[in-house]
């Protein structure tokens, strides 16, 4: 689907996480004047499965994003038309439609591909494009290709869950291009401004051909650098000097929760039916997760001087775990629960213990040495 105006905005992936996420935030921002203009959505993995989504996406009266759940204790049911995508297209079938836009319309990239967006693939490093290119190497192509047309900066900002997302993009481009001009690996190094963020937001279910619902919760946190402007304002967009403290209050408030309400359904019946919602209406369960938080946590927030911020992200992380309309299984979360001890609760006592704390942490405690050290 074509756009009727530029499109300053290009934004690789289709997920219904950004569709509920930064599509949403632009749509809103755009209302009040906040943002710098609609989106081109370009689905990089060429499935056709997802033609329709794709249609959807940039239909004229958009598409549906429901909102559900609490928030400070209200509960929050409503619903809304996302319109801030005006132009669909595909890499398998429209590369040299994206290319032309990349060149000529793009101020700001943004991406979700997932882990299989950056999977390496034999053919990423042709100079010609090739729809089997992980997404790294088609960005790569890209870039190439702006650069020869005028050399113009650009802001990357990817949003996958990969620490150091902006980092770890560049470094993966950086090294395709190994061979090609120096002055274009400059360039990559010197004028294109590659974003470290960190994305928060439950999205629960598609609706079907587009649109998704969520929690109200929601958090992009974008790490500052000289020259950065944002591509629209919005109240759930934090820029920050260094995305450490909100990783650590991810980590180990809503992360550690999760993996302490695993631990103890593991230890009961194991019902793999239950959800978080509902395990939480045991008041004998409410009660131990609360006396964890506040008696083992909260003082190593409060030693690395975190204490007033950690006690509203644990306001809010209970509110997230109690939503009404969230069906998040205790069994998914139990995935992998060995590994997401070390890095959750005994990397969240190493990382307590740094700051100074002392205090005992007998819960914590006793899960980490049901796990031999690595």
């Known amino acids: 689907m074509s756009a009727k105006s530029p499109t300053p905005i290009l934004q690789f992936g289709t997920s219904r996480f950004l569709q509920a996420h930064f599509d949403l935030f632009v749509d809103e921002a755009l209302t009040n004047g906040k943002a710098i203009g609609p989106i081109t959505v370009v689905q990089s993995s060429g499935a056709s499965t997802r033609s329709g989504r794709l249609a959807a996406l940039a239909a004229e009266d958009g598409y549906r994003v429901k909102i559900r759940g609490l928030d400070a204790g209200a509960t929050i049911d409503r619903e809304q038309r996302v319109c801030s995508i005006t132009r669909t297209l595909s890499t398998a079938t429209d590369w040299p439609k994206i290319v032309s836009i990349f060149v000529n319309e793009v101020e700001y990239l943004v991406s979700n591909t997932a882990d299989a967006g950056y999977a390496p693939q034999a053919v990423d490093k042709q100079n010609n494009f090739d729809q089997r290119m992980s997404f790294p190497a088609k960005l790569r192509l890209l870039l190439k290709e702006r650069f020869l047309a005028h050399g113009r900066p650009l802001t ?13 993009l560049r470094a993966c481009v950086l090294a395709l291009a190994e061979k090609d001009d120096s002055d274009f690996q400059d360039w990559l190094q010197n004028r294109i401004l590659w974003v470290n963020s960190l994305v928060d937001r439950i999205v629960s279910e598609p609706i079907d051909p587009a649109g998704a619902i969520c929690e109200p919760y929601a958090l992009w946190a ?100 109690r939503n009404p309309f969230l069906d998040h299984k205790l069994a998914d979360i139990a995935q992998n629960h060995r590994q997401k001890i070390e890095r959750r609760i005994r990397g969240f ?26």
């Open 349 to 374: 006592v190493d990382w307590a213990q740094s700051h100074g704390d002392t205090t005992q942490k007998p819960a914590l405690t006793a899960m980490i040495n049901k796990v031999p050290a690595p």
């Open 222 to 321: 974008v790490e500052n650098q000289p020259g950065l402007v944002l591509p629209c304002e919005h109240s759930a967009i934090e820029l920050v000097d260094s995305l450490g403290e909100i990783e650590a209050l991810k980590l180990f408030i809503l992360n550690l929760g999760h993996t302490w309400l695993a631990e103890r359904w593991q230890q009961q019946d194991s019902n793999p039916t239950v959800s978080v919602k509902a395990f939480l209406e045991d008041d004998e369960t409410l009660s131990a997760l609360q006396n964890m938080y506040e008696t083992e946590v909260m003082p190593g927030f409060a030693a690395a001087g975190m204490e007033e911020r950690a006690q509203a992200y644990l306001a809010t992380t209970l509110d997230r775990f």
């Open 156 to 168: 990357i900002m990817p949003m996958e869950l990969i620490p150091d997302n902006g980092a770890v």
